[in-house]
Every structure is written in structure tokens, then in C-alpha cells.
């Protein structure tokens, strides 16, 4: 029971860490920046943290499972110019977001079958596609960004719920709940833990590992799929280099959100906060003027000391 209550509390320490970290860069953000804390800013930080952490969803999953997908942002530029020329070309705005996240399915396939039946490693298999998804986002209008398809397609993201809330606080809450449903409530979502937690018992104890690892990878290319859909709708304007560096953004928001980078541990629903975190940094940092390379060396100084914290946190529970 010692052990047990020990554990809590260094949890609750590293949360109050990261709530105190994150008020303190608030207040200095406000006081250098008179415009950070008013509701149109507000909402700019919404709106970017909502397109992360759909994002996040699929790869905190992969990462339960004590796996990683490094292809996610590949796959949001490729969905961008995929989905425009489509538009482009008269196809119907439904029809082609179900094309979109179809193509999400099939490169998670790529993915899972990979990493599952081909036993490569998931670094390995993930970084490969990320070059390959990117490479064919390029090959598909020769590099060239795509603009003229109609605009209709930004009701995505520029609806306002009640003439102020961005739409994508919508998206967020409904995938977020339904998944965090999925892995508190059903044997899908506890198989996920258990293949994380240990995967040599997981396969003892009758999990079928191969198909539950191929399906968490298809959720991802899914969930990426559909960021790029948002991601078009925001900026109503494709360009093969869209979603650079999005897997590390949405890995960032799930470390910092506290799952594990070893896997099976960790809550979902935490690494919206994350996002959040993230989005909010990243802002910050452009009312203050910090140069583009600045913030990129910021960012992955949070990632580090967020895996540290969880490693800590890993040897205390031991």
C-alpha cells in the first residue's frame, strides 16, 4: 500500500509540475505579448491544438502498445493534396473525405502488417512509409501546391459553434470520448494495455497480437487521414509539405500528456492536455518573436524532459 500511495503522488507531482510550467509561460506570454490572452487568440490556440490532437489519438494508441508511428505527417500532406486535386477535378466533398480516410486505412495497413507479420521494427517501418507517403504526396501534382478547388470544404474547420467556438473543439471532444470509451470499457481497449504492459503474456493469455497491433495502426492512419482533411479546411490551400514534423508534434502531446513510451501505461484523454500545452507553446513563442529554429529547440527540449519525468516516474514505481 506504501508503494501504491508513492506512485500517486509522484504522479500528482509531475501533473502540478506541468500545470505550474504551463502558467508560468502564460503569464510571461501575456505580459510580452498584449494580445496572447484575448479570445481571438484563444481560439487560434484551439484551433491548432484541436488538429494535433486528433492526430494524437491514433499514435498515443500505437504508443500503448509499445509501438510508434512516425508516418502520421506524411499522411496529413498527402490527404491535403489528395483531397484538393480531388475537389479540384468535381468530385463531391463527401465522397472524397471517405477516399481520404480510406487512403488512412490502407497506409496504417501498410504499417501494421509490417511491423505485425513482416516483424520489422516499428521505427523502421514507420520512418519508410513517412519517406514514401511524403515522396508520393510530391510525385501526385509534381510538387507543385494546389489551390482553385472550392472553398466549401473550409466549413470543416472555419464553422463556428455558437458564432465562437472553432469546430474542431467538437471533433476533439466526440473522438476523444468515444476512444477513451473504447479503451477504459471494452477487451479492445484492454488488450491494447495488456500487449504495452507485456507482450509475451498478452499472446499467452489468447490476445491475437498480430490483428490487434494491424488495427491500431489502421486507427492511426485513419485519425491522421482526417487531420489532413482538417488541416485542409483551416489554410484552403494544399501543399505537398504540409504536416512536417506533425508525428513528432503528436508524439510530444502524448508524452507530455503522460503515456508511456514504454507502452501500456497512460491515459488518453490527458494527452489533449498536451496538445494544448504544445499549441500554446508554439504561440507564445510567435507573439514573442522567437525565430522559427528557436521554437523547434524549445519543443523538442519539452519532449525531453517530458520522457524524462515519465522514465523517472517508471524507476519510482519499480
Request: charge should be positive; glycine fraction near 12%; include cysteine.
Amino acid at each position: 500500500m506504501k508503494t501504491k500511495h508513492k506512485v500517486n503522488l509522484s504522479n500528482w507531482m509531475i501533473y502540478i509540475g506541468m500545470v505550474g510550467i504551463f502558467l508560468v509561460f502564460t503569464i510571461i506570454c501575456s505580459a510580452m505579448g498584449k494580445n496572447f490572452l484575448n479570445l481571438n487568440n484563444i481560439m487560434n490556440i484551439v484551433n491548432q491544438a484541436s488538429i494535433n490532437a486528433i492526430i494524437a489519438i491514433g499514435a498515443s494508441m500505437v504508443i500503448l502498445t509499445g509501438g510508434i508511428d512516425l508516418s502520421v505527417g506524411s499522411v496529413v500532406g498527402f490527404v491535403g493534396i489528395f483531397l484538393a486535386m480531388n475537389l479540384k477535378n468535381g468530385m463531391s466533398i463527401p465522397l472524397a473525405i471517405v477516399l481520404c480516410l480510406l487512403c488512412g486505412v490502407l497506409i496504417g495497413l501498410f504499417n501494421g502488417v509490417l511491423v505485425s507479420y513482416g516483424k520489422v521494427p516499428a521505427f523502421i517501418a514507420t520512418l519508410g512509409s513517412m519517406q514514401a507517403v511524403r515522396g508520393m504526396a510530391q510525385i501526385i501534382n509534381g510538387g507543385q501546391a494546389v489551390s482553385g478547388f472550392p472553398l466549401e470544404i473550409g466549413a470543416v474547420m472555419k464553422t463556428r459553434l455558437f458564432g465562437v467556438v472553432p469546430i474542431g473543439v467538437l471533433y476533439v471532444i466526440v473522438f476523444y470520448t468515444i476512444m477513451v470509451l473504447v479503451l477504459s470499457y471494452t477487451k479492445f481497449g484492454r488488450r491494447i494495455y495488456a500487449l504495452g504492459g507485456n507482450p509475451h503474456a498478452a499472446r499467452l493469455s489468447g490476445i491475437k497480437v498480430k490483428r490487434l497491433e494491424v488495427s491500431v495502426y489502421v486507427i492511426s492512419g485513419v485519425f491522421a487521414a482526417f487531420a489532413g482533411v482538417m488541416l485542409l479546411g483551416r489554410l484552403l490551400y494544399a501543399d505537398p509539405s504540409a504536416g512536417n514534423s506533425y508525428e513528432m508534434d503528436a508524439i510530444a502531446a502524448a508524452v507530455i500528456g503522460g503515456i508511456s513510451m514504454s507502452g501500456g501505461k497512460g491515459r488518453l484523454a490527458n494527452t489533449v492536455v498536451g496538445a494544448i500545452i504544445l499549441a500554446t507553446l508554439t504561440n507564445g513563442l510567435q507573439i514573442m518573436n522567437v525565430a522559427t529554429y528557436y521554437q523547434t529547440v524549445i519543443t523538442g527540449l519539452v519532449v525531453i524532459v517530458a520522457v524524462f519525468a515519465d522514465k523517472q516516474k517508471e524507476r519510482k514505481a519499480e
